[in-house]
């Protein structure tokens, strides 16, 4: 399963590196990073054909985070210039721009998507069924955990999205809702949603699915110190308005603001 999948997530990748390179938009590998999750937990699935509770369980909440992060990137860049990340990329590269983009950006994406989903395709291999009051709880504590995380990216996505919107809010810095006690809200949902993920994973409590932990762990690391907060923590670095924003909130985990 686990060959037949990197296949498939392979395959994947390639078919969004070539409509990147068409619409002369590497971004769109950002697109592609939800909607690769969904491809590994259906591939896992229909693979194995194991239809009990946990695998059912773990492939709805990524069909559903993972399409929701599609559309929402989808709608937003498709039509839009390249992100500025991407071009920066390309003025960094300067020669052989789309092998650079195939190896930088898409088939590492494929590499850290595949270690992140291990969770997903260990969930694929537990046969046993939930049936001992504990597995239960562990159960229903992940599914709570996800539905915790999902609303903090989802309505931390549409918060943003709303306040860009206004013409008035131009050159201001987001500060209310969730975004008032966490500066990246979207960024501590994914983050626990994944973790949560993993806790229905190891429901039945096989070893093998144990080890699932390194997906959240990469995740979360990422997200902290490489490619999420830092990026955007950067960007705002000399704005006086972000800065004072900074002094009172919480960088990722949800606190009532500093006064």
Same mark, same amino acid.
Request: charge should be positive; hydrophobic fraction near 50%; charged fraction near 15%.
């Given at each position: 399963?686990?060959?037949?999948?990197?296949?498939?997530?392979?395959?994947?990748?390639?078919?969004?590196?070539?409509?990147?390179?068409?619409?002369?938009?590497?971004?769109?590998?950002?697109?592609?990073?939800?909607?690769?999750?969904?491809?590994?937990?259906?591939?896992?699935?229909?693979?194995?054909?194991?239809? $009990?509770? @946990? /695998? &059912?369980?773990?492939? =709805?909440? #990524? *069909?559903?985070?993972?399409?929701? %992060?599609?559309?929402? !990137?989808? +709608?937003?860049?498709?039509?839009?210039?390249?992100?500025?990340?991407?071009?920066?990329?390309?003025?960094?590269?300067? $020669?052989? @721009? /789309? &092998?650079?983009?195939? =190896?930088? #950006? *898409?088939?590492?994406?494929?590499? %850290?998507?595949?270690? !992140?989903? +291990?969770?997903?395709?260990?969930?694929?291999?537990?046969?046993?069924?939930?049936?001992?009051?504990?597995?239960?709880?562990?159960?229903?504590?992940?599914?709570?955990?996800?539905?915790?995380?999902?609303?903090?990216?989802?309505?931390?996505?549409?918060?943003?999205?709303?306040?860009?919107?206004?013409?008035?809010?131009?050159?201001?810095?987001?500060?209310?809702?969730?975004?008032?006690?966490?500066?990246?809200?979207?960024?501590?949902?994914?983050?626990?949603?994944?973790?949560?993920?993993?806790?229905?994973?190891?429901?039945?409590?096989?070893?093998?699915?144990?080890?699932?932990?390194?997906?959240?762990?990469?995740?979360?690391?990422?997200?902290?110190?490489?490619?999420?907060?830092?990026?955007?923590?950067?960007?705002?670095?000399?704005?006086?308005?972000?800065?004072?924003?900074?002094?009172?909130?919480?960088?990722?985990?949800?606190?009532?603001?500093?006064?």
């Amino acid at each position: 399963m686990y060959l037949f999948t990197a296949l498939t997530l392979f395959v994947f990748f390639v078919i969004f590196f070539i409509i990147a390179q068409v619409k002369k938009n590497n971004g769109l590998a950002d697109m592609a990073w939800g909607l690769g999750f969904v491809v590994v937990a259906l591939t896992s699935l229909i693979y194995t054909g194991n239809y $009990t509770y @946990i /695998p &059912l369980a773990v492939t =709805l909440l #990524v *069909f559903i985070w993972g399409f929701r %992060l599609f559309f929402y !990137i989808g +709608l937003r860049n498709w039509n839009k210039p390249e992100d500025y990340r991407y071009v920066n990329m390309r003025n960094k590269w300067k $020669t052989n @721009i /789309p &092998l650079k983009a195939f =190896l930088k #950006v *898409f088939m590492l994406q494929g590499l %850290l998507l595949y270690i !992140i989903s +291990l969770p997903i395709q260990f969930s694929m291999q537990t046969k046993k069924a939930v049936d001992e009051p504990l597995e239960f709880i562990i159960l229903g504590l992940g599914i709570l955990l996800w539905l915790i995380g999902f609303y903090f990216e989802a309505v931390g996505d549409a918060q943003l999205k709303t306040f860009k919107k206004d013409p008035s809010n131009k050159g201001k810095i987001m500060q209310s809702g969730l975004w008032k006690y966490t500066r990246h809200p979207n960024y501590f949902g994914e983050s626990l949603m994944w973790w949560s993920v993993w806790i229905v994973s190891i429901a039945t409590l096989e070893i093998l699915s144990l080890f699932g932990f390194v997906g959240p762990l990469l995740i979360t690391l990422l997200l902290l110190f490489v490619s999420g907060i830092p990026l955007l923590e950067k960007k705002y670095k000399d704005n006086p308005l972000f800065q004072e924003y900074a002094r009172k909130t919480s960088i990722f985990f949800p606190l009532p603001p500093k006064k």
